[in-house]
């Protein structure tokens, strides 16, 4: 175990080096001088000097990635040019909102894909599968901006259900927590939720085929046994395959979702980031999430390894 | 130095003022009802409340709510005095000294005196937004606790009008504060409404300032200025970016009033029971400059080509959805500058003459780059419609779409790679005079001139807009600079946007404005 994950972190190595090339090299990838855009048009050529010192692009090229670098094991992401913080308190500070509407859209998206596909699977060609199957095309083919919009004219301006937006603080107030993330979870997880649908379907399908099942049913087991205990354990495999999918997803599409719904998570923090020309903030972000997502993948293969007997014993 | 030209409540300038308000002095705006948390629906998520540095209308809409300018613009975009209750000019034009409102404290507690402000026009001219207007000052003084004098290097006629401008305001803050670099500062004004919370891309709460002393020598509220009242507990503006969000709070009542109404939701907002619609005519100019550095827009016959083929009707109804007025002018109709002088050359939509100025000038079908953003719906537009118009006049127009931070550092940076650039000039045509042109003058010359002197009849005009004696030589000069604006064509005005603004038909007193003022707005119970 300890040998994979070391192996696992080994291999996420060449990835970040990658990743924090890319975030230093945005301030020459992006048009214009950053400098001017930051400065603004009454920036006096002295005060854009100053602003290119400040942001260390005087120095020559290795200087500034030595710096980047350096900076970077420290843990020094540099300050927000808007917000005026450090870009790491500004990002630790908000992950906890992201997380927690991924986390819940993640959760809407594992029971309504896993039941629907189940429920698909078990009809194979009746109604309910023709159903399950074109909620799942719906849920990959709707973009989630529109379904947001739609959710919101639905739910809070026609029902009056749920807020139309805003965010309340679990601990500040859970039922106003759950009120206000119902609908950026939905949005976010429905798209999700369709291709879980597919998945589950079809795994679904080529299990309940297998000779150990067909051994159950003739054995006398009730379907809910057979599906239950003997297939659904062969379904998760998958399954906990496109959680890490699923999720890196939930994290990019909360740029939008979080704009519709205004919602202070990352997301938004760094949509503002882009929209502002935060080049610290952008480049933090894109370092932060990316760092995330390979740790995060990185247990969603522990967790598969745990749950499926053949990896462990191939990975001996 | 002999005192003169008083600019004084109690003349007969604000003897006008009061006539316009119906009322007398003593009639001064109480709160019918007091209470309850006003919500707005931002369209903005401003990232810093630092109003000295910031020139975005999202920071605007809450910052003026909390914090107060020695002189800003009035209802009419006047020059008024709002932390001064007093301002004279010397007679030669060389200093002005600002009597300060007494009694005023800051947000913090502490008694508002002449070296904070000292300390606050020191901070500006270091990092303000429009600090430029501070290199006429010679030097500034606070000769006791209620008085600051300013002092310039040469006598500056419009120097008032530039110190008053509201889209970059000398706000005032606590001389702790002052020292504080960009975005440093802790936000501490002296106005009707304090921060209470500010959560970055969630929503600004804002609370009653109890020992708020407004200015008394107006009634009500005029622009940012006059006799302020915090009617509400609390203002709590919500950051909802995307329209149909923003439409939608409105729509069910979780926010009050929204800034702007996009033109395909009116009839349906109209419609709503509870909602009410308010139209501020002339809220925005829908403007473009082309880039007299890159060929062919360097050529003065194909700039000419290009403004004689538009058809501005036709350009503003597609940009606006029918909610314009075409306007041969770089100001809004009725204002001090006004004028429509050049505007024979205004809608022209005459594809003959277009075709016949590119043929005088030697255009040979070079591509003629216009420069927008799908970010902005009118901008977007205006360039779809506006490169049919220049294709069916022989023009080989294309479009380069980026996003608006990039389309706006290309436009500012680059010389080349774009030929025509489309922005809206919001507040600053609603400031007029010397603040509307600045832009087009050296050193800022959006149009990029080969001569970074830049056009030098347009030059010549500004100068005289900043520096005539008197408001009629300025709007004098303000014409001539619009005419060689035309004619030379630095800038392409399309016409005038309105701009709706949605409130909840429990919200009183609230006047829309080119930003959002919360004082002397209260909530029917």
Same mark, same amino acid.
């Given at each position: ?100 509407? !991924? ?16 429920? !698909? ?93 067909? #051994? +159950? ?13 003997? +297939? ?85 | ?61 809450? +910052? ?178 995307? #329209? ?64 004689? $083929? ?119 045509? !609603? ?12 050193? $800022? ?23 005539? !004696? ?56």
């Amino acid at each position: 175990m300890i040998s994979f994950v070391v192996s696992r972190l080994l291999q996420a190595i060449p990835i970040l080096i990658l990743v924090s090339l890319i975030a230093f090299g945005i301030i020459y990838l992006i048009p214009g001088d950053a400098a001017v855009v930051i400065g603004g048009p009454s920036a006096t050529p002295e005060e854009l000097e100053q602003i290119r010192r400040n942001l260390g692009l005087d120095q020559p090229l290795h200087v500034q990635i030595a710096t980047f670098y350096i900076n970077l094991f420290k843990g020094d992401l540099g300050r927000s040019l808007t917000l005026g913080i450090p870009v790491m308190d500004a990002l630790i500070a908000r992950s906890p909102i992201t997380i927690g509407i !991924a986390i819940y859209s993640l959760v809407l998206t594992i029971v309504i894909g896993l039941s629907t596909g189940m429920l !698909a699977a078990l009809n194979h060609n009746r109604w309910i599968d023709q159903a399950a199957t074109l909620f799942a095309l719906l849920g990959v083919s709707l973009p989630n901006f529109w379904l947001s919009l739609v959710m919101i004219v639905l739910f809070s301006v026609m029902l009056g259900w749920l807020p139309t937006g805003g965010y309340i603080p679990f601990t500040q107030d859970p039922i106003g927590w759950l009120r206000t993330t119902t609908l950026p979870a939905a949005a976010l997880a429905l798209l999700q939720a369709g291709l879980l649908t597919r998945i589950t379907r079809s795994t679904l399908l080529e299990v309940l085929n297998q000779d150990y099942i067909r #051994t +159950a049913r003739a054995k006398g087991l009730s379907e809910w046994i057979v599906v239950g205990r003997h +297939a659904l354990a062969n379904v998760m495999m998958p399954v906990v395959t496109m959680v890490g999918l699923v999720l890196s997803v939930l994290l990019s599409g909360s740029i939008v979702i979080e704009s519709i719904f205004g919602i202070p998570g990352i997301g938004s923090l760094l949509g503002s980031a882009i929209s502002n020309r935060d080049y610290p903030m952008i480049q933090g972000g894109l370092l932060f999430v990316t760092t995330a997502l390979l740790l995060l993948n990185i247990v969603i293969d522990l967790l598969y390894t745990a749950l499926d007997p053949r990896v462990r014993v191939k990975g001996r | 130095m002999s005192i003169s030209k008083r600019l004084v409540f109690g003349t007969g300038l604000a003897a006008a003022m009061l006539a316009s308000f119906g009322a007398t002095a003593q009639d001064q705006f109480t709160c019918p009802n007091q209470g309850g948390d006003l919500i707005v629906g931002l369209e903005g998520a401003p990232g810093t409340l630092d109003q000295q540095t910031a020139t975005s209308s999202a920071v605007r809409n809450i +910052a003026m709510n909390v914090f107060e300018a020695l002189i800003i613009r009035d209802e009419n975009m006047a020059p008024t005095p709002d932390l001064a209750d007093e301002i004279t000019t010397s007679d030669d034009g060389l200093s002005y000294t600002f009597k300060l409102r007494q009694g005023v404290t800051f947000h913090n507690g502490k008694p508002m005196t002449s070296a904070d402000v000292l300390a606050s026009f020191e901070r500006y001219k270091t990092v303000g937004v429009s600090r430029s207007i501070m290199t006429s000052v010679k030097s500034w003084e606070a000769p006791d606790a209620s008085t600051f004098v300013i002092t310039l290097n040469e006598a500056q006629p419009a120097f008032l009008e530039n110190l008053s401008s509201s889209t970059a305001p000398v706000v005032i803050m606590p001389a702790e504060e002052a020292g504080k670099a960009a975005g440093q500062v802790e936000i501490i004004g002296t106005g009707p409404f304090k921060l209470a919370e500010f959560v970055p891309d969630s929503h600004v709460k804002l609370e009653r300032f109890a020992e708020y002393v407004p200015g008394n020598a107006l009634p009500g509220l005029s622009g940012f200025a006059g006799h302020k009242q915090a009617c509400v507990d609390t203002v709590t503006f919500r950051m909802l970016t995307e #329209t149909a969000a923003r439409m939608a709070a409105l729509e069910t009542g979780e926010v009050h009033i929204v800034e702007s109404v996009p033109a395909i939701s009116m009839e349906r907002l109209a419609a709503v029971e509870g909602v009410e619609l308010l139209t501020l005519d002339a809220f925005g100019l829908n403007i473009g400059y082309p880039n007299w550095s890159a060929p062919p827009t360097d050529n003065l016959q194909v700039r000419q080509a290009m403004l004689a $083929a538009l058809n501005m009707e036709e350009i503003m109804e597609a940009a606006t959805d029918g909610v314009f007025q075409l306007n041969p002018s770089l100001q809004f109709p009725g204002t001090t500058y006004f004028s429509t002088a050049g505007g024979e050359l205004y809608n022209q939509n005459n594809v003959e003459r277009a075709k016949a100025l590119l043929a005088e000038g030697g255009y040979n079908n070079e591509p003629v780059v216009l420069l927008t953003t799908q970010q902005i719906t009118t901008m977007y537009n205006t360039a779809l419609v506006m490169q049919a118009q220049l294709q069916a006049a022989g023009i080989n127009a294309q479009l380069q779409v980026y996003d608006w931070p990039t389309a706006l550092a290309t436009s500012e940076k680059e010389t080349t790679g774009w030929n025509f650039f489309f922005t809206h000039w919001t507040g600053s045509a !609603a400031q007029g005079g010397a603040t509307t042109l600045r832009n087009l003058a050296a050193p $800022a010359n959006i149009y990029k001139p080969q001569d970074p002197a830049g056009d030098p009849a347009y030059n010549a005009a500004f100068q005289q807009v900043q520096n005539g !004696a008197t408001v009629e030589e300025r709007a004098a000069a303000f014409a001539e600079a619009q005419k060689v604006t035309f004619e030379n064509v630095l800038a392409i005005p399309f016409g005038v946007m309105s701009n709706v603004q949605g409130i909840r038909s429990n919200v009183e007193g609230f006047k829309p404005f080119y930003n959002t003022r919360v004082s002397n707005v209260w909530l029917q119970p």
